[in-house]
């Protein structure tokens, strides 16, 4: 079974940064989109960043010049590197992908963000 685990959450003050990362049990090349989601209390999810397997990113509104979503070395983790913060960016961050192949998309179990003003 396939499972998608993030790390990095935490408190955080305005201005500052926080690195998420997504660990996977499987390369994360076998994804064809992996994504980094978050969703505010309240709010509906909504997608902040994501990454295909040919390296292409795409960011939300909000993410563009501050949020970098990448790959790393090991091949089988994402991550989101937040600089910038705001009380705004508050939400449980949560990891997605998604195989063509098995035409399967996975979740991993969020990490929450909170930053203070």
């Known amino acids: 079974q396939v499972q998608l685990v993030e790390s990095g959450g935490g408190l955080v003050q305005a201005g500052g940064s926080l690195r998420l990362s997504c660990g996977t049990s499987?390369?994360?090349?076998?994804?064809?989109?992996m994504a980094w989601y978050r969703q505010a209390p309240g709010k509906q999810r909504e997608l902040v960043a994501s990454i295909t397997s040919g390296g292409t990113t795409d960011y939300a509104d909000s993410a563009k010049g501050r949020f970098t979503i990448s790959r790393g070395n090991a091949k089988n983790t994402v991550y989101l590197q937040m600089n910038s913060l705001s009380p705004e960016d508050t939400a449980v961050y949560s990891c997605?992908?998604?195989?063509?192949?098995?035409?399967?998309?996975?979740w991993g179990q969020g990490t929450q963000v909170t930053v203070s003003s």
């Open positions: 997605y992908g998604y195989n063509a192949n098995d035409r399967r998309t996975y």
């Open positions: 499987r390369s994360i090349s076998s994804f064809n989109v």
